[in-house]
């Protein structure tokens, strides 16, 4: 399974960016889909994840009412809409895909992992 993440950038704080995570290969529709961020001299970070059908969610409590995630498994697509963004937000992020249908929030828990998009929030 490939997983190539796309749509970050520069944005201003109180603005807003869509990330979005396309698959190839694989089972995409089976798979809990997960997104991760790491800023710069800081470890990678649980940001949010959805289950395999879209019916959970979870959020990090540092993005909760500002970050929506979603998928659309006839796309193969899971993304990543961010509102209200803050320079506290800024940093890669990467989206993860686990064979569970219900992914957790630990690195250790997901199978696959794209390349990073990078966001940067200025103040």
């Known amino acids: 399974v490939q997983l190539q993440a796309s749509g970050g950038g520069l944005v201003q704080a109180g603005g807003s960016l869509r990330l979005s995570c396309a698959a190839s290969?694989?089972?995409?529709?089976?798979?809990?889909m997960g997104w991760f961020r790491q800023a710069p001299g800081k470890e990678r970070e649980f940001v949010s994840r959805i289950s395999w059908n879209g019916s959970s969610t979870r959020y990090a409590d540092s993005v909760k009412g500002r970050f929506t995630i979603s998928r659309d498994n006839a796309k193969n697509t899971v993304y990543l809409q961010m509102n209200s963004l803050k320079p506290e937000d800024t940093a890669v992020y990467y989206c993860a895909g686990s064979r569970k249908y219900y992914s957790g929030y630990d690195t250790l828990g997901y199978d696959f992992w794209g390349q990073g998009t990078l966001v940067t929030v200025s103040s």
């Open positions: 290969g694989g089972t995409f529709s089976s798979y809990g």
